[in-house]
């Protein structure tokens, strides 16, 4: 058994995460790499390493005295973070000279990415050294284009040869480099990727990805109180609902590891007794309810086009495509009838180019009424489950009916996967309180 474990930002947010995060590791030999975050915030209006490391580089290079001076006061919070971390573990550790180092790099102007790569660079030179574990730099691993794309081949090959060397590694996350030598990073919260590269490149048996949540909760726990957590979930479900809003880890790190077959589990740093959320491929594992989760996202814009005999106009959906696409509009959902068709786009968005749509759709298939209606949610309730059970879609809308909420839409996607439901923004969080109780509260 194999395992690679990524620690989140909370997870090392100070000596006593850190010290969580390296019991877990000590605890099962199996977890022979790991690839640390930068320290996250210890409380909720506390600062995130990374960000204060943007901002250090903006300040050291914005050249004039002000900002250099407000740059030396930063940059020593910065250092104080990380020294009260060697302090709480009581190491016999020192990085001046990696301060040091940085410090001048900064004022040098070696970029942004590699200012911002740094705060993970530092949480694996410390854990590593806590644990007695080699430090593999990510810069010697990891790989990018010249363009600043992932170069995802290059890094397997590398990687794979470089791990194959040492039996236990923490390779810090979130950056690598480009060919010049340059750092590059992954966008924001990219340690999640580092992980599943490390994962695919050691065959390893299982990503397990610490953060500060017990894994994917089947509602927002903003909603439902104390919602049930999800087991298990397959990377399509995920996909769905993330799509949604319900995000916990960062998207592209689902490719690697999806494609090696390698399972990723969500676990929670502070309650390492929670089984947390087993993401996979596909399950024979029956679910324990028929949906695995709902998510939702509110003010969306619907435009609905009549026209008498819209069904037999060949190229009709066409033009009133192309008048979004014209406008830059990126189309969510599209329900249609015979002679009706809706569609669905973010407000906002809809609403900067209302003129340009409504007179562009009159000009292309000349409807007989085009209306438009907002302040809409859209509510994805997702689960491999919904296939096999009939009468699900009844089950959502008799408990819709029930709580007095009126439906706008309904898409069942093709994959029968998950059903899309249009309400109100006023009604949003009803009706996601309304189908979890059907689904899951009357289930236990
Ligand atoms: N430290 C980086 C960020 O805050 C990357 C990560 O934590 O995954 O975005």
Redesign the pocket.
Known sequence: MLKVVKF??SSLADADQFQKACDIINEDENRRYIVP??PGKRFSDDR?V?DMLYESYYLATAGDEASTKLFHSLFDQIKERYQSIIDGLYMDLSLEEEFDTIEADFLSGRGEAYAASR??YLSGKILASYLNVPFVDAADVVYFHEDGKFDPSLTDEVMSLRLEETYRAVIP??YGRKPDGSIETFS?????ITGSIVARAVHADIYENWTDVSGFLVADPNIVHHPKAIDSITYRELRELSYMGATVLHEAAIFPVREAGIPIQIRNTDRPQDPGTLIVESTKQKPRFVLTGIAGKKDFASVTIEKEMMNSEIGFCRKVLQVFEDNGLSIEHMPSGIDTMSIFVHQEELLAKRTEVIDGIYEAVNPDVVDLETDQSLIAVVGRGMRENRGTSGRIFSALAHANVNVNMIDQGSSELNIIIGVKNQDFETAIRAIYDIFVTTQL
């Open positions: 989140g930002g975050s930068a995130k990374t705060g993970e996350g979130f924001r919260g990219g340690s999640d």
